[in-house]
């Protein structure tokens, strides 16, 4: 038994998640360093979403980690990890959307609808404020149009930052299949947004 624990320990790609949890919640740094090589660019998506801004959300995804390590004790469930580290990811969004508010600095548009939809407010004047949550209402208005098998998609890669993995596990779908529901919603909200 130690045999296999010890050939685990050699080739964490073939570890499930669930054993990495378990030896990371005991300090077992490389298990954890595997999860962030397994989960970074879910987290990324997540905090791209969040800011639309790539080096800030290159920061906030650090920082996401470096949270998730102080607090990975509080996973009971191992098989909950990708479902608590999105949660983290939620949390250090939030706080970055007001600690940007509270230094006033405003941004730029998201130049990718779902972005725009999904970002948060950093406080910019009363106008902006009404024309970005205009523009949020109208582009979630338009996803939540797409027929139900295109919408649940691309609400979930888009706006929750599921990885595929975790998609076709949650939808039971092929890769193919998510893929194909993927492309073709998009290029449905792309239509839509044509012709408004």
Not at 39 to 60: F, I, K, P
Not at 145 to 171: F, H, I, K, N
Not at 174 to 179: V, Y
Request: proline share 3%; glycine share 6%; charged share 30%.
């Amino acid at each position: 038994m130690n045999q296999s624990v010890s050939d685990a320990e050699m080739q964490p790609d073939t570890e499930p998640d669930e054993a990495l949890v378990a030896r990371s919640r005991r300090g077992d740094r490389a298990a954890f360093e595997e999860l962030v090589r397994r989960t970074a660019r879910l987290v990324y998506a997540r905090m791209y979403l969040s800011c639309a801004d790539r080096h800030r959300a290159e920061d906030l995804t650090q920082e996401v980690f470096l949270t998730a390590w102080r607090s990975i004790a509080q996973v009971t469930d191992a098989a909950g990890f990708r479902t608590w580290l999105m949660t983290v990811a939620s949390s250090v969004a939030v706080n970055a959307a007001r600690s940007a508010g509270r230094k006033k600095r405003g941004g730029g548009k998201a130049a990718d609808p779902i972005a725009l939809a999904a970002r948060e407010s950093t406080n910019p004047g009363p106008a902006e404020q009404a024309e970005l949550r205009e523009d949020r209402r109208r582009v979630l208005e338009m996803v939540e149009s797409l027929p139900e098998e295109y919408r649940r998609v691309v609400m979930l890669r888009y706006l929750a930052g599921a990885d595929y993995e975790t998609m076709t596990r949650q939808l039971g779908l092929t890769n193919g299949s998510l893929r194909g529901l993927l492309n073709r919603g998009m290029a449905m909200l792309r239509e839509r947004m044509k012709e408004t």
